[in-house]
């Protein structure tokens, strides 16, 4: 099974809100990594969690803030958003570093109004 | 540092005809490679992966993707085109150590029936 869920599927807020999104795997992989992505345009690093501790964070804005509450789960919380933060937001898992294959999940759409 | 070059951003051919999507690395050593497929509004499917145990790597749905080291290429094939192959495509590098991917371009494919 090669299966990453992200929850929700679509997500509209507002700039004041706060809200989470959410990752799982249960593949036993170590690595957990969050990509942003803009229509048309390749994946963007956003952060690399490696055995639960935050390893890459590609100078991402602090109104986004992941958590890795164990090896299974991994959230990206997400608080005082600007319109421009609208994309795909994906998450992928790999069993370890060095080039393992990374696995996405089907991604979480949000809009930000 | 790692590149990736994705030749041709939209490649359109009939059903039924070869599809040839171009990919180039830049590294002194051969990176893991990867092709990756987008359909809209979804994760990243891995199509194959390039680990130098071949230089020709056959994937999912008919695709294949030959090594070349001389050419510094990893260009993706496959023999006839089915209109279920409509999507964006993207290849990827990563390292021998560390969790970054290095994503070219993207190249949107279309198939014309």
């Known amino acids: 099974d090669t299966e990453v869920t992200q929850t929700p599927k679509h997500l509209v807020m507002g700039m004041t809100n706060k809200k989470s999104l959410k990752c799982e795997q249960h593949m036993g992989h170590r690595a957990m990594y969050w990509y942003k992505q803009k229509a048309k345009k390749p994946p963007e690093l956003m952060f690399v969690y490696s055995y639960e501790k935050l390893s890459i964070n590609e100078s991402v804005p602090s109104r986004f803030s992941p958590e890795c509450p164990n090896s299974s789960l991994l959230n990206l919380h997400l608080h005082a958003l600007q319109p421009e933060d609208s994309a795909l937001y994906l998450c992928a898992s790999s069993q370890d570093t060095g080039g393992n294959t990374q696995y996405f999940g089907p991604g979480t759409r949000l809009t930000v109004l | 540092a790692q590149s990736v070059t994705q030749l041709g951003s939209h490649v359109s051919v009939s059903e039924g005809a070869l599809v040839l999507l171009r990919c180039n690395y830049s590294s002194s050593v051969p990176p893991y490679l990867f092709w990756y497929v987008q359909y809209p509004n979804q994760g990243l499917q891995l199509l194959l992966k390039?680990?130098?145990?071949?230089?020709l790597v056959k994937g999912i749905n008919g695709f294949e993707a030959e090594f070349k080291k001389s050419e510094t290429s990893f260009h993706l094939t496959k023999p006839s085109a089915h209109m279920s192959d409509a999507a964006e495509y993207f290849c990827a590098a990563a390292k021998w150590t560390g969790n970054q991917f290095y994503f070219g371009t993207g190249t949107s494919l279309t198939v014309i029936p």
């Open positions: 390039y680990t130098s145990a071949a230089t």
